[in-house]
């Protein structure tokens, strides 16, 4: 999302700005700013709505294709991590092509994986159409924000953005509901069936409405060792986090791959360094406030999306509520998150991102601290007062997070700043179900054993042990068929108690993640270009 066409009043001494490639001001459909922010925020719906929508599918998927809990943890892994390798490589390849034709590419690219997902019926390629749909959903997020750039004028830019990262909320927060609709009243096929009319929806508008804006600068070469650096490391991290479990924390295997990570990430920040085109410019971050930003973003994600996770399991498997009801007590969420949106903007540019961002994170780590209390007897209302309290708590982090990073990023490089903001929180998602997931298998397997002894239920062999473990990850009880019902409920019983005792735990780490974030939020600032925009064209 290296977009160059931005513009700013020069100083005394300082050339002028480059010129967009295509300034002539826009009077019909084609390139109509706001024609221009529908289509782009139609396509952006279908990303964003991915990212939650098929929580609430997961258990449904798991139960119909067999698949296990590392399996379903790479439904959304998978995904996310797709999304956020790419989603540089991705601006970049919009600034020297076009924005218009990548945009283009990526709706229809992510429709047909989608149609693809409906049609599968293994759960390999399950996950391997959601990395698809990270790919081309990265060539989506950067190429829109790279249109709005380029065809508001600067003093409708920002109003323009506001309204793009509404939907971002909105969609993210609405995934829930609208997959449990689906879920219940079709099936979990029909989450991944929606997109298809959706992206023809973009696609038909995209050709009809969107124009191409090209930088003058554009980049001539990519990094392709970068690239190949930042996705080996990020794969081996996440992968020795998901896998820890079953080979163990003191595994050799586990460490191996941690530590091939590491040198991943140190290699990538060295060649970073020398290379003429770096995929991530590392001069962003001699900015303090903007890597502040940046680490609030991956906190953030990795607490809500890793709470969000388990949540669902807990709604349907524990209280065994049906994907619509799962959907509908997380409306508070939601709710708060859409209404909490405009008060957080308002709020951000009357005091600055600070206290609006540190409160933020501060109601997220209480509301995580409430979540940890939950049980098999908690009642709705209790729900709805956390829930409630989640939503308000990210509001000002989603709406503040462009002014903090793009906003103090030097105007050249603030297409760069807005895909890594975008990148933080795909990253921040997909280490957030990775490690809170990891907590959750650990508290199982240490407590179910011991769980099981105390009922009084017959003992298992190991197998049979870790079998049962991996249902009562998702909140599944392990009933056999033709168990008698004082021996089936009381397997219920220690099933949920131990489900229970490991999301708990995962709620403490998740809020334990939001009280460092309220300190790193302190480290914010607003941005010295935070009003600068850039238009190619004039409303």
Not at 475 to 498: L, N, Y
Request: overall charge neutral; hydrophobic content about 55%; glycine content about 12%.
């Amino acid at each position: 999302m290296t977009s160059q066409t931005t513009v700013s009043a020069p100083g005394p001494g300082d050339k002028a700005p480059a010129a967009p490639s295509d300034p002539t001001p826009s009077t019909g459909l084609r390139g109509h700013p706001w024609f221009t922010l529908i289509t782009v925020a139609v396509g952006v719906m279908m990303v964003a709505l991915d990212g939650t929508i098929v929580a609430i599918a997961n258990p449904a998927i798991q139960k119909d294709l067999g698949a296990s809990f590392a399996d379903v943890q790479w439904i959304t892994n998978g995904y996310f991590l797709a999304l956020a390798v790419s989603l540089i490589t991705a601006g970049k390849l919009g600034d020297r092509f076009g924005h218009r034709q990548t945009f283009l590419i990526g709706v229809t690219g992510f429709a047909l994986a989608s149609g693809a997902i409906g049609l599968s019926h293994s759960i390999a390629f399950v996950v391997t159409f959601r990395v698809l749909q990270g790919l081309f959903g990265a060539l989506l997020m950067p190429a829109a924000l790279g249109l709005l750039r380029a065809t508001f004028p600067a003093e409708k830019l920002n109003m323009a953005i506001g309204l793009w990262g509404m939907v971002i909320g909105a969609s993210t927060a609405g995934g829930p509901i609208l997959g449990g609709v689906l879920v219940e009243h079709v099936n979990w096929q029909s989450v991944f069936f929606i997109n298809v009319p959706v992206g023809a929806i973009a696609l038909i508008l995209g050709l009809l409405i969107l124009r191409d804006h090209r930088a003058e600068n554009a980049p001539r070469s990519f990094d392709i060792l970068g690239i190949g650096l930042l996705s080996g490391a990020m794969f081996c991290l996440v992968w020795a986090l998901i896998k820890a479990p079953a080979w163990g924390w003191g595994s050799g295997t586990t460490w191996t791959f941690l530590a091939v990570s590491v040198v991943g990430f140190a290699s990538f920040a060295f060649w970073e360094q020398r290379v003429a085109e770096p995929l991530i410019p590392l001069g962003l971050f001699r900015s303090v406030a903007l890597s502040a930003g940046v680490v609030l973003m991956v906190l953030m994600a990795i607490a809500f999306m890793g709470g969000l996770f388990f949540v669902t399991f807990y709604l349907q498997n524990v209280h065994g509520m049906s994907p619509i009801d799962a959907g509908l007590h997380l409306l508070p969420l939601t709710g708060m998150m859409i209404v909490g949106s405009p008060l957080a903007g308002a709020a951000i540019t009357k005091l600055g991102p600070r206290i609006p961002l540190a409160g933020g994170m501060a109601a997220t780590a209480i509301a995580m601290f409430g979540m940890s209390t939950l049980d098999s007897n908690t009642g709705s209302a209790v729900m709805s007062i956390w829930f409630a309290l989640l939503g308000l708590g990210l509001a000002p982090v989603m709406v503040g997070a462009t002014e903090v990073i793009v906003g103090n990023a030097p105007m050249e490089l603030s297409g760069v700043a807005g895909g890594l903001q975008q990148a933080a929180m795909q990253i921040g998602g997909s280490l957030g179900t990775a490690v809170l997931g990891a907590v959750m298998a650990s508290r199982v397997d240490s407590d179910l054993a011991g769980n099981w002894a105390d009922a009084g239920l017959p003992k298992l062999t190991q197998p049979q042990l870790d079998a049962a473990a991996e249902a009562v990850q998702v909140g599944v009880a392990p009933v056999a068929p033709h168990t008698p019902e004082a021996i089936a409920a009381k397997i219920t019983q220690v099933a949920h108690d131990t489900f229970i005792s490991g999301m708990s735990l995962a709620c403490l780490v998740a809020a334990g993640v939001a009280v460092v974030a309220v300190f790193v939020a302190f480290l914010t600032k607003r941005g010295e270009n935070a009003e600068a925009g850039a238009g190619a064209a004039h409303i």
